[in-house]
């Protein structure tokens, strides 16, 4: 992946991240919200592998060099700004008598994972910003 600006591409994964939890949590939000609506199927967002692969630029729509001497392909497939993340249905084990397949606890479990992971990443992406402030004021 080529090095663009001062962070290189740290920023553009870490910003996609935080869009990408973001759009999970609604789809969490909305799986509590409909705990009690008949015939309701849970759903996700699943991004992490689709992420890793544009990252390491294995996306969709990208060339794989299989030998050294191929000319690599130089198209956005494959980026990280592409990744949109796929929606999956996430039923519980035990569906309810009305068909919701909602099950609250695991639903809780998973929004706190993913805020968990919200917050770390808004971590990293803070670190970022202080060492270019720091760079930026001379090391003072």
Do not use: C, W
Request: hydrophobic share 35%.
């Amino acid at each position: 992946m080529p090095v663009k600006g001062i962070f290189g591409s740290t920023v553009d994964i870490l910003g996609k991240t935080l869009d990408l939890r973001a759009k999970n949590h609604n789809h969490i939000a909305a799986n509590i919200a409909n705990a009690e609506t008949p015939g309701y199927m849970p759903t996700r967002l699943s991004f992490e592998a689709e992420l890793k692969d544009a990252v390491n630029g294995k996306g969709v729509g990208r060339g794989a060099l299989t030998n050294p001497r191929h000319i690599p392909f130089k198209g956005k497939g494959g980026s990280v700004e592409e990744v949109k993340g796929t929606v999956v249905e996430t039923p519980a084990q035990s569906v309810g008598v009305d068909n919701n397949a909602v099950e609250l606890e695991n639903e809780m479990g998973k929004m706190s994972e993913n805020q968990i992971m919200f917050n770390a990443t808004v971590q990293l992406l803070g670190k970022k910003f202080e060492g270019l402030k720091y760079a930026i004021k001379g090391g003072n």
